[in-house]
């Protein structure tokens, strides 16, 4: 089992720039693929990058290019820095966990991301 605590959200104006952390209570290094998803006001939660154990990537097509999933071993962290953030990527951003072998998903809490002038 792992928990995850998410921070780094906030408000910011169009254009702006954030990096969200999201700290596992244990090590996720070959253990665990990560992700961090979002989740709009009345709409559904979607993934927006996600990397596996082994350090592939992939991202929502709205944000590549724009969010770059990394991790650190050491600190047994996740990061997502979100760069020319746009309106549309107001939601709360949620850290995911999932077992590569037993399949199991671990959530956080949630940080709130507003993109406003």
């Known amino acids: 089992q792992v928990q995850l605590v998410e921070s780094g959200g906030g408000l910011v104006q169009p254009g702006g720039s954030l990096r969200l952390s999201c700290a596992a209570s244990?090590?996720?290094?070959?253990?665990?693929?990560m992700g961090w998803y979002r989740q709009a006001p009345g709409k559904e939660r979607e993934l927006v990058a996600g990397v596996t154990s082994s350090g592939d990537t992939n991202y929502l097509d709205s944000v590549n290019g724009r969010f770059t999933i990394s991790t650190d071993s050491v600190k047994n962290t996740v990061y997502l820095q979100m760069n020319s953030l746009k309106p549309e990527d107001t939601a709360v951003y949620y850290c995911?966990?999932?077992?590569?072998?037993?399949?199991?998903?671990?959530w956080g809490q949630g940080t709130q991301v507003t993109v406003s002038s």
């Open positions: 244990r090590s996720i290094e070959s253990i665990y693929d």
């Open positions: 995911k966990a999932k077992h590569r072998l037993l399949g199991l998903n671990y």
